[in-house]
C-alpha cells in the first residue's frame, strides 16, 4: 500500500512514516476508508500493539506515523537465522494471540497478519499495520479484480471472498506459526496463488502437519480449521501456548536465540546513532519555523505561523534523503536499507515554533519609534532645537499571581497500551487518558512521556526563574521510556516548568520516582507538588 520511511519527531524519537501510494491517493473510496481505518486504529490500546500516531487522509499524497521499534521483521529473520525455537515461537504466537484479542475488542480485524508484520524484538514480538488493509478493498484497483492481502497467509474465507472476521486472523497468526518454527508452510512452497488457491480449498484437503513439532501440531491443527467457528479465540490461544511453553508471554528474559538478538541490538544502535547525527547536523542548520499539516493535529498544539509542510513535498535540498523500506518480502538487503539514512523533514506536527509571546510584538510597536529629526529650515532660516521625543511608555511589567501552590500530584507507571494524561490547570491526573487530550500538558505511555507544551528544567522555583528557564531551555517533547526507567530523563529533586494550555505557568517539584515494581525496563511513576501562577500585569 504504500513505502515507508524512517523519520522522528522533533524530541528526536524515531517513527515509522508510510505514504501511501498515488495509485490509492486518487481514489475518493479509498480515502474515506482510509480516514475511517486509521481513526479506528488509533482508538486500538493493547499488549504489543505499535500505535499510529498521526496521520493526514486530506493532503496530496496520504501518509499515516506509527511508532517506530527497533525489531527485526519475523520473515526477515527465519530467512537470516533459520527458523526459531519451539518455545520461542509458542511465546510468540502466545503475545500476537493478546495483541489481535486487543484489536477484536476494538471491533478492528487485521486482515493481513504476515511475518512481515510482527517485529521481533529484544522486548516480544510487535505488531503492525493492524486494520489498515480493509481502506484499500473498495478501491478500483481491488475492484478490477486485485484483492488485498498476502496470499500466503490469507484465511479460507478470504480467498474465496467470503466473510472476514477475527477468526481469520487466528488463521493467519496459524501459518504464522507454522512457518516460524520450520521454515516451511503448511500448504507447500508454490507461488502466492498456487498457495492461495490450496488454503481456499483446505475443507476438501487439509494440509499434512505430521512434520511439525508434537508440541505445536495441536494448536496449528485448531487454527488452520477450515471452518471459522472451530478455531479457537486469541484469548484461548494465548492460554495454550504459554501452557505448552512453561512460560509467561510477559518474560523476554532471553527469549531470541542469541544471534537474532545481537541483530536486533545493533539494528537499535544502529539507529540511535542517525537520529543522533541528523539533529546534531539539525542544529548547527538556521532555525526554521514549521506548523502542523493539519490545524487539529491530535497530538500537539502550535501557533500556526508559516505555510504548512506538505508531506508529499520533497525534504530541503540540505536534508538526506529517507531510505524506503520495502513492504514486502526483502531479506538481508532490507537490514541495511532500514538504517541507511534518516527523513529529516519532521513528522508534521511534531515540529513547529515552540511558542510565542504576544507582547514582545506590542513592546516593539509602542518602544521601537524613532523621534522625529529637524534640520536647517527653508530659505536658510537658523536651525531650531529640535523637539523632545514624546515619552515613551515603559512596557508592562510582568508579574504572577499563586493559583494554587504545593498541591500533591502523582502521575502513576503506565501499562502496555495504558494512556496516563495530567491536566496541570485542573490540576488532573487520567490513567485513562486519551492520546491528543488537548487539556493536558503531560501525556506518558509506555514507550514514552510527552510534554504537549514546552517544559523545562528549572534552577530556580520562583515564577521569573521558572518563565525563563521555559524561554531558554527547554526539554525534548517526548524522553523515551529508556531513560526514564534507568533514571536519565527524570530524577526526584527536578523542577519541572512550562507555559499551559490555559497560559497559566506551572512548576511541578519531582518528590518521588516510584518504580512499576514490575521489571527493572518498566517506566516508573512519578510524585510530585504542584504550584500554578496566573499571569496578571502590574
Known amino acids: 500500500m504504500g513505502t515507508v520511511y524512517l523519520s522522528r519527531t522533533r524530541g528526536n524519537q524515531p517513527v515509522a512514516l508510510k505514504m501511501i501510494r498515488r495509485e490509492y491517493a486518487g481514489d475518493g473510496e479509498f480515502r474515506r476508508r482510509f480516514q475511517q481505518e486509521v481513526q479506528a486504529a488509533q482508538q486500538v490500546r493493547g499488549y504489543h500493539l505499535v500505535p499510529v500516531v498521526d496521520h493526514d487522509t486530506a493532503g496530496e499524497q496520504p501518509w499515516l506515523a ?29 503475545c500476537v494471540a493478546r495483541a489481535l484479542d486487543a484489536v477484536h475488542t476494538a471491533g478492528v480485524v487485521h486482515r493481513d497478519l504476515k511475518p ?8 516480544g514480538p510487535w505488531v503492525i499495520d493492524f486494520g489498515i488493509a480493509r481502506a484499500a478493498e473498495s478501491t478500483r484497483l481491488t475492484r478490477s479484480g486485485g484483492f488485498i492481502g498476502t496470499p500466503q497467509f490469507m484465511s479460507p474465507e478470504q480467498g474465496t471472498g467470503g466473510e472476514v472476521t477475527p477468526a481469520s486472523d487466528v488463521f493467519s497468526l496459524g501459518l504464522i506459526a507454522a512457518v516460524a518454527a520450520t521454515g516451511r508452510h503448511p500448504y507447500g512452497s508454490g507461488g502466492g496463488l498456487a498457495v492461495a488457491t490450496q488454503i481456499a480449498n483446505t475443507a476438501q484437503r487439509p494440509p499434512d502437519l505430521s512434520g511439525y513439532p508434537d508440541v505445536l501440531r495441536p494448536l496449528l491443527e485448531r487454527c488452520l480449521a477450515a471452518t471459522p467457528a472451530a478455531r479457537p479465540a486469541p484469548a484461548e490461544l494465548a492460554e495454550l501456548c504459554e501452557r505448552a511453553s512453561g512460560r509467561s508471554s510477559r518474560d523476554w528474559a532471553g527469549w531470541l536465540p542469541a544471534p537474532l538478538a545481537a541483530q536486533v541490538g545493533e539494528r537499535s544502535r544502529a539507529v540511535r546513532r542517525l537520529l543522533d547525527q541528523e539533529a546534531a547536523a539539525t542544529r548547527q542548520r538556521p532555525a526554521a519555523t514549521y506548523v502542523p499539516t493539519r490545524a487539529d493535529n491530535p497530538l500537539h498544539q502550535a501557533p500556526t505561523r508559516s505555510a504548512p509542510f506538505r508531506p508529499g513535498a520533497p525534504p530541503p535540498a540540505e ?3 529517507p531510505v524506503p523500506v520495502p513492504d514486502g518480502t526483502g531479506t538481508k538487503r532490507r537490514v541495511y536499507l532500514a538504517i541507511a539514512a534518516v527523513a529529516l523533514a519532521a513528522v508534521a506536527g511534531t515540529a513547529w515554533s515552540l511558542y510565542g509571546d504576544s507582547d514582545h510584538g506590542a513592546e516593539s510597536e509602542a518602544g521601537g519609534h524613532k523621534a522625529p529629526t529637524t534640520g536647517a529650515g527653508a530659505q536658510g532660516t537658523p536651525k531650531s532645537k529640535a523637539p523632545s521625543a514624546p515619552a515613551t511608555k515603559p512596557p508592562a511589567v510582568k508579574t504572577y499571581e499563586p493559583l494554587f501552590k504545593n498541591r500533591p500530584l502523582t502521575i502513576g507507571s503506565p501499562g502496555t497500551g495504558e494512556v496516563i494524561t495530567a491536566d496541570l490547570d485542573t490540576p488532573k491526573v487520567n490513567p485513562n487518558g486519551e492520546i491528543g487530550d488537548h487539556a493536558a500538558e503531560i501525556q506518558y505511555i509506555y514507550q514514552y512521556l510527552t ?3 514546552a517544559t523545562a528544567k528549572s534552577t530556580g522555583t520562583t515564577p521569573e526563574a521558572c518563565r525563563q528557564a521555559v524561554d531558554s531551555a527547554p526539554l525534548p517533547s517526548e524522553l523515551p521510556n529508556n531513560d526514564l526507567a534507568q533514571g536519565k530523563a527524570l530524577k526526584k529533586g527536578d523542577v519541572l516548568c512550562t507555559v499551559t494550555s490555559q497560559g497559566n505557568l506551572a512548576m511541578l517539584r519531582l518528590t518521588a520516582v516510584v518504580s512499576s515494581g514490575e521489571t527493572s525496563f518498566d517506566p516508573p511513576g512519578y510524585q510530585g507538588l504542584l504550584t500554578v501562577w496566573k499571569r496578571a500585569t502590574g
Open 66 to 94: 506509527s511508532e517506530y521499534v527497533p525489531g527485526i521483521p519475523l520473515d526477515e529473520a527465519v530467512d537470516v537465522h533459520g527458523p526459531l525455537p519451539t518455545a520461542t515461537t509458542l511465546q510468540l504466537v502466545a
Open 319 to 321: 536534508a538526506a534523503m
Open 116 to 123: 512481515g508484520n510482527i517485529l521481533l524484538g529484544s522486548d
Open 451 to 453: 510534554f504537549r507544551t
